[in-house]
């Protein structure tokens, strides 16, 4: 059974850091490319984060330069460093192995206080 799960939300204050988790079982998490997303009630989900299989890494506007996409192949795990937090970052977030089936967890809470 595949399964992805996030970890390392919580509350911040605006301009603090957090690193986010997406520990995958089930698959070799090296075969996909990984994206989190983002989703907050009422709003689309936002694409935030890329990496490839090949470790190639794309971001969306809004976080460039102050999140970064990684990924421990040997843990089966992708993170998500957030530094500068600001408010409209509070959001779930989550992770999603790109492929056939594509695959995603159920996500973590991030919370920024102003």
């Known amino acids: 059974q595949v399964q992805l799960a996030e970890s390392g939300g919580g509350l911040v204050q605006a301009g603090g850091s957090l690193r986010l988790s997406c520990a995958a079982s089930g698959i070799i998490f090296r075969f996909y490319t990984v994206v989190w997303y983002r989703q907050v009630p009422g709003k689309q989900r936002e694409l935030v984060a890329t990496i490839t299989r090949a470790g190639t890494t794309n971001y969306a506007d809004s976080v460039r330069g102050r999140f970064t996409i990684s990924r421990d192949n040997g843990k089966n795990t992708v993170y998500l460093e957030m530094n500068s937090l600001k408010f409209e970052d509070t959001a779930l977030y989550y992770c999603?192995?790109?492929?056939?089936?594509?695959?995603r967890g159920q996500g973590t809470q991030v919370t920024v206080s102003a």
């Open positions: 999603s192995a790109q492929g056939s089936p594509t695959y």
